[in-house]
């Protein structure tokens, strides 16, 4: 997306005198990538590391900014692209364009969409009284987040060790979908 003019105008208005040019906003063009599961957060930014010219000072962890609160969950990563691409004429234009990529877990996108909607635009912000909520929610989705990852890595494990299960013992073997393609691939 492209900051669009009234976003750009509160994010000046709001950082005071933080920006001196147009050049020092890192956001205004940026994309954000959405993984199914919070651990595949690292695989994604380790591909764009190897494609793109990181601004380190500009970029920012924001799983691990506050790890006594639960809120906000994001990875930013501001860059450039790399000189070997900008010197082909297709992409010239692009030289000292520097963009942002926000990479987050669906579940972790699911509620920063809800809390900006919610709290960030509003007038007042969110509530005393309602902030506790949306932290405890934040919590749960975390909570949500590492459980899935435990229940994909507790069903590849047990499918890793269905050919050894089958062959050891195959009467104690459920059927299941992958306990049939594991029987029938052997």
């Known amino acids: 997306r492209v900051k669009d003019r009234v976003s750009l105008k509160r994010k000046i208005d709001s950082k005071g005198h933080k920006y001196d040019i147009i050049e020092d906003i890192t956001d205004i063009v940026a994309f954000r990538i959405i993984t199914f599961f919070e651990d595949e957060v690292d695989i994604a930014a380790e591909i764009i590391e190897s494609e793109f010219e990181i601004d380190k000072e500009n970029s920012e962890d924001k799983r691990r900014k506050n790890t006594d609160t639960f809120g906000y969950q994001s990875l930013h990563r501001v860059f450039t692209h790399k000189k070997e691409r900008t010197d082909l004429t297709d992409f010239s234009h692009l030289k000292d364009l520097k ?41 749960l989705l975390e909570t949500a987040d590492l459980e899935f990852i435990r229940l994909r890595d507790t069903l590849d494990t047990y499918e890793e060790n269905l050919p050894r299960q089958i062959k050891r013992s195959p009467g104690s073997v459920l059927i299941d979908k992958a306990s049939l393609q594991s029987f029938f691939s052997q």
């Not at 919610?118 to 929610?137: C, D, M, Q, V």
Request: glycine share 4%; net charge neutral; proline share 2%.
């Open 99 to 139: 963009c942002e990529i926000q990479i987050r877990s669906i579940l972790q996108h699911a509620w920063a969409e809800i809390e900006h909607d919610i709290g960030y635009k509003s007038e007042s912000g969110i509530p005393a009284h309602t902030k506790r909520n949306f932290l405890r929610t934040a919590a």
